[in-house]
């Protein structure tokens, strides 16, 4: 199998620039890495970071700017060029393809760069064995990715790009779905790591580029507007520097959930996609006008139950009650008309069409309504207005309300998923990580629009992973252990520790 690349010792990007239809995504941008150093790589949603890193991964050309390594220029025509030069991505949606195995697709990957080599599936094994002992990060070379958690599909997706060489990792958030516990390991590797090779680091939790980077380099507008040494600013300076302003995540004050039931999930059993039962007799209610948090450690049923709720998954046995009604294994349709909202997990796949333009993204669920269609025809100018007006409404960056929604960065994707189901202002709202994958002022943005659908009287089931949004939004706490609800508590007798201890399975009195 081919030889590594040279070591890079340095590699330095300037004058970058790159325009994409009425959008400037980088402007000029130099930035530097060295050898064994992590650089973080942060800024708002849409700041250009992932343009940036595929400039340099080979996947776009810059209009203009040079990239050197160790002093020399390159110019990268695919990513196969940036591979044999050491330099590999892990993107912000994984490439991975799901019916095949580890191996076979670390195989595909490396067939694509060396298109004459003769491909030795017991020498790929072995060679992934090699890299996954070397930086401890465990993977069975047999395994489907459609066996693997999303944790160890980012494990994958890592030991892949090391196999094929890369002495620069570029990760493109790579925590933001991770569990906590799988994000505090994955620093931890990524510190080791850090010895041999250069990392640059892209993430929205300042917490994490605190944890592991030796310089951060702040995106706004495409342009660098801050470099320098991690250990001389707190979090709440970079938050500053990052947005031009303090950001505050709000809280929510009154102690709500006195409304009537408005959704309740009575015995329900459900099964998880490879047939065991992830739902195992839950019982939950929401009332109007409160936040109901669902903590959890991910795979413990968070998914089964926001699909069985919203239509999109099979009901084995139980009941799900809606404005009083039973609406058990009703179709998707019906429970968006009777007045459910959803904000999916997987927001490319469910959130969205990408192919479709923003605006008619936002009338995804409402474009048959007498507003926006008569006689069957769509009214296209309606369509429009309301785009802008949420546009406006929700700080969704976009160049036009026509380009199409799979070209947005993936915070303003969360934002159109966010307009579109606020907008409808819905009775029950299950948000599942509704955060996941967006800034920090776009995260101050969203709590504050659910606190304010919760003071309008709607019910919001929280799904989240992060404790501290839970606890900031939610007036009570369901922690979900195995497929039922191991324990609710008023979110003011909520402790970090406590809720800790819950998510573990340790039941409390
Ligand atoms: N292929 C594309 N076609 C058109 N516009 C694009 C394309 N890729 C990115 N853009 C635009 O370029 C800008 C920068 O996007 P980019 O994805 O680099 O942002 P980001 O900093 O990675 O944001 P996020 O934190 O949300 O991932 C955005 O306005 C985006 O809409
Ligand atoms: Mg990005």
């Known amino acids: 199998m081919k030889e590594a690349a040279e070591p890079i010792t340095e590699l330095?990007?300037?004058?970058?620039?790159?325009?994409?239809?009425?959008?400037?995504?980088?402007?000029?941008?130099?930035?530097?890495?060295?050898?064994?150093?992590?650089?973080?790589?942060?800024?708002?949603?849409?700041?250009?970071?992932?343009?940036?890193?595929?400039?340099?991964?080979?996947?776009?050309?810059?209009?203009?700017?040079t990239i050197s390594l160790n002093g020399r220029p390159v110019h990268f025509r695919d990513p196969n060029d940036a591979y044999a030069r050491g330099i590999g991505m892990v993107h912000q949606n994984f490439m991975l393809v799901a019916n095949m195995t580890v191996t076979e697709n670390v195989a595909l990957g490396l067939k694509q760069l060396h298109k004459f080599m003769r491909l030795d599936l017991g020498e790929v094994k072995r060679r992934i064995l090699e890299v996954s002992a070397r930086h401890e990060l465990p993977v069975n070379p047999d395994a489907y990715i459609w066996q693997l958690s999303v944790g160890e599909q980012q494990r994958v997706e890592l030991v892949k790009t090391l196999c094929f060489?890369?002495?620069?990792?570029?990760?493109?958030?790579?925590?933001?779905?991770?569990?906590?516990?799988?994000?505090?390991?994955?620093?931890?590797?990524?510190?080791?790591?850090?010895a041999e090779l250069s990392i640059i680091f892209i993430s929205h939790k300042l917490n994490e580029v605190k944890a592991l980077s030796d310089r951060v380099a702040i995106l706004r507008h495409g342009a660098v507007v801050f470099n320098g040494f991690t250990v001389n600013h707190s979090t709440g300076d970079l938050a500053t520097l990052m947005t031009g302003r303090e950001v505050v995540l709000p809280h929510n004050e009154g102690m709500g959930g006195g409304g009537e039931t408005i959704l309740s999930a009575r015995n329900l059993k459900v099964r998880?996609?490879?047939?065991?039962?992830?739902?195992?007799?839950?019982?939950?209610?929401?009332?109007?006008?409160?936040?109901?948090?669902?903590?959890?450690?991910?795979?413990?049923?968070?998914?089964?139950?926001?699909?069985?709720?919203?239509?999109?998954?099979?009901?084995?046995?139980?009941?799900?009650?809606?404005?009083?009604?039973?609406?058990t294994n009703r179709t998707p349709a019906a429970m968006i008309a009777a007045g459910l909202g959803y904000i999916p997990e997987d927001r490319h796949h469910e959130g969205i069409v990408p192919k479709f333009t923003v605006k008619e993204n936002l009338v995804l669920k409402d474009f048959h309504t007498r507003r926006?269609?008569?006689?069957?025809?769509?009214?296209?100018?309606?369509?429009?207005?309301?785009?802008?007006?949420?546009?406006?409404?929700?700080?969704?960056?976009?160049?036009?309300?026509?380009?199409?929604?799979?070209?947005?960065?993936?915070?303003?994707?969360?934002?159109?998923?966010?307009?579109?189901?606020?907008?409808?202002?819905?009775?029950?709202?299950?948000?599942?990580?509704?955060?996941?994958?967006?800034?920090?002022?776009?995260?101050?943005?969203?709590?504050?629009?659910?606190?304010?659908?919760?003071?309008?009287?709607?019910g919001i089931l929280l799904i989240s992973e992060e404790l501290e949004e839970i606890m900031n939004l939610s007036d009570r706490i369901a922690v979900i252990y195995k497929g039922r609800i191991l324990k609710i508590l008023p979110s003011l007798e909520a402790t970090r520790e406590r809720l800790g201890l819950l998510m573990a399975g340790v039941a409390d009195e």
């Open 165 to 194: 060489g890369a002495n620069l990792l570029i990760l493109d958030e790579p925590t933001s779905a991770l569990t906590p516990q799988e994000t505090d390991d994955l620093i931890d590797r990524l510190k080791r790591m850090a």
């Open 372 to 458: 926006f269609s008569r006689w069957c025809l769509l009214k296209l100018k309606e369509i429009a207005r309301n785009a802008d007006f949420l546009k406006d409404r929700y700080d969704i960056r976009c160049a036009s309300t026509s380009a199409a929604g799979g070209s947005l960065s993936g915070g303003n994707i969360q934002k159109v998923i966010l307009a579109r189901e606020l907008a409808r202002e819905p009775k029950a709202l299950v948000a599942v990580y509704p955060t996941r994958g967006v800034d920090m002022g776009a995260q101050e943005f969203i709590h504050s629009q659910l606190l304010a659908r919760r003071r309008a009287g709607g």
């Open 272 to 327: 998880g996609d490879r047939g065991h039962l992830a739902l195992d007799g839950l019982e939950l209610e929401l009332h109007a006008g409160e936040i109901l948090g669902l903590a959890g450690v991910s795979g413990n049923g968070q998914r089964e139950l926001a699909e069985a709720l919203t239509g999109l998954r099979p009901v084995a046995s139980g009941q799900v009650q809606f404005l009083g009604k039973d609406m």
């Open 12 to 65: 330095k990007l300037e004058g970058i620039t790159k325009r994409f239809p009425g959008i400037l995504a980088c402007n000029n941008v130099a930035l530097e890495v060295r050898r064994g150093e992590v650089l973080a790589l942060v800024g708002e949603n849409g700041a250009g970071k992932s343009t940036l890193m595929n400039i340099l991964a080979g996947l776009y050309q810059p209009d203009s700017g």
